[in-house]
C-alpha cells in the first residue's frame, strides 16, 4: 500500500519496493518553477526523506508538459541588492546540496524540458533518464538573463560532462535534444514517454556506477589549462557579444578559471556571489525585463482559443513562402497558392531546408513536408482557418484578390494581410465585410524573428483580433496588436534610423564606421547592412510611403542604388558586395572624427517610437519596447528605446534632439510624445 505525503507543490509517494517518488506540481500554473515557496517545501520534503529515508527517490513532475523551467523570474525583481540576491541563490544551493547528499540512490524523471533550475535540480540526482521526444530540452538559459548558473550547475555540469560540453551550453544558453544529451553523458538514459517511470525505478533500484568527465576533463581543471582554455573561450565569446554590454558570459568563465569545478563549497560560495553581482547589474534588470516584455506578448494570445488547423497563403514570394513552410513545421495544414507552380516550387525547397535544419529526425521532415502542398487554383480557401495574403504591396491588385477569395470563405476563417505598409483602411474597401480583415505583418527572415505585428482598426471586429493574436501563439510567435496607420509599429521606427545611416553615408561616413557605431550601441546588425537584407527596393517601397506620411527624407543614393537593380545582399551589391551571402567590408581608409555618429544614428529610432506612442499606434510604453525589441533586434540589455530613454534622461534626449536639429535640419524635431512620455508613470 502507497503511503502518501502532501505539501501545497510536492508530493512524496512511497512504493511497496521501497522507492520514494517525489512529484513537484507548482499550484496555480501550468509549468513547475523553482519559486521561493517551492524551494521551500522541497526543503521541508528532504527534511522528511532524511529521517524516514527511502531505498531510493525518484523526482518527477506531476505535469505533463515538461520537467522544470527553471526560477521565478518575475522573483528576480524583487532582490534590489547584492546582499538578498546571495541569501536566495546559497540558500537555493544548499537545499540542492541536500538533495545529494541524500543517502540512497536519486534519479530525476524528465519528462520534457528542464532548464535552469531545472537542470541543475536534476544534476544534484545521482542519475538522469529523459523522454525520448523532439520536444524534450535540456539547457542553461541563465546568460540570456543577465547570469549564469546559480544552484551548483556551474560546478556539476562541468563535473558531469567537462568544461568544454558545459560551457558551450551555459555560454550560449542554447538547448540540447535527447540524443545529444545521451551522447554526452548528460542524461544516462533515453527513453520512450511510456518507459520513462519503469526506467527511472529500474536505474533507482539497480544503480550502475555514476557517471562523470573523463581524463580529459582531470586535465583541463589543472590550472595552467585553465588559463588557457579561457583566453580560448573569452575569444569565441567576443566574437558574439562585447563585456560592457554583456558580463555574464565573461564572469562565468572567470569563476572556473579562478576555482575550477572541483565540488567544495568554497566553489559553491564564489558562484552564489557571482551570480549575485550579476544579477544586479543594469543589464541583468534590463534582460529580466525584456523576459517578462515576452511573457505579456505571450499572454496577449493566450486567452480565448480557437481551433486552427488549416491556413492557406497566398503568394509563394520570399514571404508567403517562409509563412506557409513555419506554418507547416508547427504543425499545421498549409496550402500555399500563386499563379503558376514554377512560382510555388522555390517555395517548397525552401521549406525543405527550414524542416531539415529545424528537425533532427526524418520522419518529423517527412510528416512536415506532407503538411504543406501546393494549391494553385486556390480550392482550398473554403477549407482554412486562416487566409494570408502576401502578394505584392500594390492595393488594387490585393482589393482584387480579396474580392475573389471572400465569397469562398467560411464565415469564421480569418482573413489576414502580410502588408508591410499599406493601412487596413484602404484594403478593407474591396471586402462585403470590410471590418474582418486584420493584419498580420511578419517579419524577414520569418523563422528568426519572433514577431507578429496583428493590425486592426478602430473597427475591426474583436473576435477577429482574437483569432489573430490567438494564430500567432499558434504558431509560437510574440503577437504585438497594433492600429492600422502607415508603417504600423516596427518599420515606422526603424525607417528613420536606416534612412539616417544612408544620409551618413552619403556625407563620406564609410558604411563599416557606420555600422561599427551602431553595433557598439548594441544592435545586432549595423543599419547598412540590414537595410542590403531587408532589401534596399523594399526598403525604399516603405520610405516612400513613411516619407509622404511623415515628412520623411528618401535618401537619394538608396533610390540610386534601386535604379541600378543593386538590391542588397539577394542581389550579390546593394552598399555592401556580398560573397556566399556574406558582406565584404574593407577597413575604412580614414574614419574621421563623427562626434554626433551614435546619436544622430540612435534617436531617430527613439524619436519615432515616441511618435508611434503619441499616435496610440500601441496601447502603451511596455508593449512598444517589446514590438521594437523583438521586431529590430534594438539592443536587449537597454530595456527598449523608451526604457533607454527614461534611463538616460528624457529631458536630456529632447535637448539633444534639439541640438541636433540645429545642426542638422528639421528631421531631429523632438516629438510631442516625449512630453506625454516624460508625464506616464513607468510600467515594468
Not at 191 to 208: D, F, G, K, Y
Not at 559 to 574: A, C, F, N, P
Not at 583 to 610: F, Q, S
Not at 641 to 667: D, M, N, Q
Request: with cysteine; aromatic share 6%; glycine share 8%.
Amino acid at each position: 500500500m502507497n503511503n502518501v505525503e502532501n505539501f501545497t507543490h510536492w508530493r512524496i509517494d512511497r512504493e511497496g519496493d521501497g522507492v520514494a517518488w517525489l512529484r513537484l506540481d507548482k499550484a496555480g500554473t501550468g509549468t513547475n518553477v523553482l519559486a521561493a515557496d517551492v524551494m521551500r517545501e522541497l526543503d521541508a520534503q528532504l527534511a522528511t526523506l532524511e529521517s524516514r529515508p527511502p531505498k531510493a527517490l525518484v523526482l518527477a513532475s506531476a505535469k505533463s508538459g515538461g520537467f522544470i523551467a527553471g526560477a521565478d523570474v518575475k522573483e528576480f525583481t524583487s532582490l534590489t541588492t547584492e546582499d538578498e540576491a546571495y541569501a536566495a541563490v546559497r540558500g537555493g544551493q544548499k537545499i540542492f546540496d541536500r538533495l545529494e547528499a541524500l543517502p540512497c540512490p536519486t534519479v530525476a524523471a524528465v519528462n520534457g524540458f528542464a532548464l535552469g533550475g531545472g537542470l541543475e535540480m536534476a544534476l544534484a540526482c545521482d542519475y538522469r533518464v529523459l523522454v525520448d521526444d523532439p520536444a524534450a530540452s535540456l539547457g542553461f538559459p541563465e546568460v540570456k538573463l543577465g547570469v549564469h548558473p546559480g544552484f551548483g550547475g556551474t560546478v556539476r555540469s562541468i563535473r558531469t560532462i567537462g568544461v568544454l560540453q558545459a560551457m558551450q551550453m551555459m555560454l550560449t544558453g542554447r538547448t540540447m535534444r535527447p540524443d545529444r544529451a545521451l551522447k554526452i553523458g548528460l542524461v544516462d538514459r533515453v527513453v520512450p514517454a511510456s518507459e520513462l517511470e519503469a526506467a527511472a525505478r529500474n536505474l533507482a533500484l539497480h544503480p550502475p556506477g555514476k557517471k562523470t568527465a573523463g581524463i580529459l576533463n582531470r586535465f583541463l581543471e589543472l590550472a595552467p589549462a585553465r588559463a588557457l582554455v579561457s583566453r580560448i573561450l573569452e575569444r569565441q565569446v567576443a566574437m558574439r557579444v562585447k563585456r560592457r554590454h554583456y558580463p555574464a558570459p565573461y564572469a562565468l568563465i572567470e569563476l572556473w578559471r579562478r576555482h575550477g569545478a572541483d565540488a567544495e563549497a568554497r566553489k559553491y560560495d564564489e558562484e552564489a556571489r557571482s551570480f549575485a553581482r550579476l544579477m544586479c547589474t543594469d543589464t541583468s534588470r534590463n534582460l529580466v525585463r525584456v523576459f517578462l516584455l515576452q511573457d505579456r506578448l505571450k499572454a496577449l494570445g493566450a486567452g480565448k482559443k480557437h481551433d486552427i488547423r488549416h491556413v492557406h497563403v497566398v503568394g509563394a514570394g520570399v514571404m508567403g513562402g517562409d509563412i506557409a513552410a513555419w506554418c507547416a513545421l508547427r504543425g499545421l495544414q498549409v496550402t500555399l497558392q500563386d499563379r503558376e507552380m514554377k512560382y510555388v516550387e522555390p517555395a517548397l525547397e525552401r521549406a525543405q531546408a527550414l524542416f531539415r535544419k529545424m528537425l533532427h529526425d526524418e520522419d518529423a521532415v517527412s510528416k512536415a513536408t506532407a503538411r504543406l502542398r501546393a494549391d494553385i487554383e486556390g480550392s482550398s480557401v473554403a477549407d482554412a482557418d486562416v487566409v494570408i495574403e502576401a502578394i505584392f504591396e500594390d492595393a488594387e491588385a490585393k482589393q482584387k484578390l480579396y474580392r475573389q477569395i471572400e465569397p469562398k470563405m467560411k464565415a469564421q476563417s480569418v482573413l489576414a494581410t502580410n502588408t508591410s505598409s499599406i493601412r487596413l483602411e484602404t484594403l478593407r474597401s474591396a471586402l462585403a465585410d470590410p471590418h474582418r480583415l486584420i493584419g498580420l505583418h511578419f517579419f524577414n527572415p520569418v523563422a528568426k524573428m519572433p514577431l507578429v505585428e496583428v493590425i486592426h482598426t478602430a473597427q475591426t471586429h474583436g473576435d477577429e483580433v482574437s483569432r489573430g493574436l490567438s494564430f500567432a501563439r499558434r504558431i509560437d510567435r510574440l503577437p504585438l496588436p497594433c492600429k492600422s496607420a502607415p508603417g504600423f509599429v516596427v518599420n515606422r521606427v526603424l525607417m528613420p534610423y536606416l534612412m539616417e545611416a544612408i544620409l551618413l553615408a552619403d556625407e563620406g561616413v564609410a558604411y563599416e564606421v557606420i555600422d561599427r557605431a551602431a553595433t557598439d550601441f548594441g544592435m545586432p546588425m549595423g543599419p547598412i547592412e540590414l537595410a542590403d537584407t531587408v532589401g534596399l527596393d523594399v526598403g525604399l517601397h516603405v520610405a516612400r510611403i513613411l516619407g509622404e506620411a511623415f515628412d520623411l527624407t528618401v535618401p537619394k543614393p538608396l533610390e540610386e542604388k534601386v535604379e541600378r537593380q543593386e538590391l542588397g545582399r539577394k542581389s550579390g551589391k546593394g552598399f555592401y558586395e556580398y560573397r556566399d551571402g556574406k558582406p565584404v567590408r574593407k577597413p575604412p581608409r580614414d574614419a574621421g572624427d563623427w562626434p554626433d555618429l551614435e546619436d544622430r544614428l540612435m534617436l531617430p529610432l527613439l524619436n519615432e517610437a515616441a511618435a508611434c506612442y503619441h499616435d496610440k499606434v500601441i496601447a502603451d510604453a511596455d508593449l512598444l519596447d517589446a514590438g521594437v525589441i523583438f521586431g529590430t533586434g534594438f539592443a536587449p540589455f537597454r530595456g527598449g528605446p523608451i526604457h533607454y530613454a527614461r534611463e538616460r534622461g528624457i529631458e536630456r534626449i529632447v535637448t539633444r534632439l534639439a541640438e541636433l536639429e540645429t545642426r542638422y535640419g528639421s528631421r531631429f524635431s523632438p516629438s510631442d510624445g516625449w512630453r506625454e512620455l516624460s508625464e506616464e508613470r513607468p510600467g515594468m
